[in-house]
């Protein structure tokens, strides 16, 4: 749950706890340069009220919640400015615009996700993905639309990539996998039920996994490092369609293909043009545009 959320939700309190919770909302922007004395004296109550209730909040004091809260806060205020990730379009407008609206969602969501890229363990991904002989995917709900164009792209440049499409057979090949595999589970919410068995069976096989989520802290981010956030901005339920959260799972899956590929990009593209060949000799188009050379 983002920062923001657990202050507005934050309803059961002493009367100091609500003060600086209150404080926390309408000066977001400038906790940075204020310090638990100076809001200590301006709400009448002591420091150290300030300290446990950020511990309260689940941060280890005031200076780790307010740089949590900065970042949070610089993510939420970038991007999205002009169009709602929900409603990105209204009833009374044309076609036209409908179309234009949808390409300027589609663009702010691209840029959405690679800003959070620079907060996801990237690294440590590309390098378990690497190593590791073969990928199960387990995703929940429409997710699994990302994860099912990964393992078109990953098995054709000849890396094993398994999409488990059931829940209950997701968590025994959880239970029989050893260190060769590696499983990513996607979920926007990181709250799945069946999702999080999967995760804590790893954990007790002590087996690494890859999450794919949303920022702002959940159940399954709380399992593993090793995390890819995707864009935050889509709501559970009220929204006019999944855009957001599809495009930019496909998106980061994309940059973990293409990286992946890029370590040895002519033995993949070699590997991928002889199989292919194999089974589409019969392929082509009378369009000079798609033919190849």
Do not use: W
């Not at 840029?111 to 996801?120: R, V, W």
């Not at 363990?121 to 990964?150: Q, W």
């Not at 702002?216 to 929204?239: F, P």
Request: net charge negative; proline share 2%; charged share 25%.
């Amino acid at each position: 749950m983002l920062i923001r959320d657990r202050l507005n939700n934050f309803q059961k309190g002493t009367d100091a706890e609500l003060l600086i919770r209150d404080f926390f909302l309408k000066r977001k922007n400038d906790l940075v340069k204020i310090s638990t004395h100076t809001i200590a004296k301006e709400l009448y109550i002591s420091a150290s009220t300030i300290t446990r209730f950020c511990q309260k909040l689940g941060f280890l004091g005031y200076p780790d919640f307010v740089k949590q809260y900065q970042e949070e806060n610089e993510y939420l205020d970038s991007h999205f400015n002009n169009i709602d990730p929900n409603i990105p379009f209204l009833s009374e407008d044309t076609t036209a615009i409908v179309n234009n609206k949808i390409g300027t969602l589609y663009k702010e969501i691209i840029n959405d996700s690679l800003a959070l890229l620079k907060k996801s363990s990237l690294n440590t991904i590309e390098y378990l993905i690497r190593d590791c002989d073969h990928i199960y995917i387990y995703a929940a709900g429409d997710l699994i639309l990302a994860a099912e164009n990964f393992e078109n792209k990953m098995i054709k440049v000849g890396k094993t990539v398994s999409v488990e499409r059931r829940g209950d057979n997701a968590f025994f090949k959880a239970n029989y996998s050893d260190a060769n595999s590696l499983f990513i589970l996607l979920s926007y919410s990181g709250e799945t039920d069946n999702l999080l068995k999967i995760a804590h069976r790893l954990n007790d096989k002590q087996l690494p996994f890859v999450a794919v989520t949303t920022m702002g802290g959940n159940s399954l981010t709380e399992l593993t490092n090793n995390v890819i956030y995707i864009s935050t901005r889509e709501k559970l339920i009220n929204n006019l369609g999944n855009f957001s959260s599809v495009l930019s799972a496909m998106f980061v899956l994309d940059i973990l293909y293409a990286d992946f590929v890029n370590e040895n990009q002519e033995q993949a593209l070699n590997n991928k043009k002889q199989v292919s060949k194999l089974f589409e000799n019969r392929r082509s188009s009378r369009n000079p545009l798609l033919e190849d050379n």
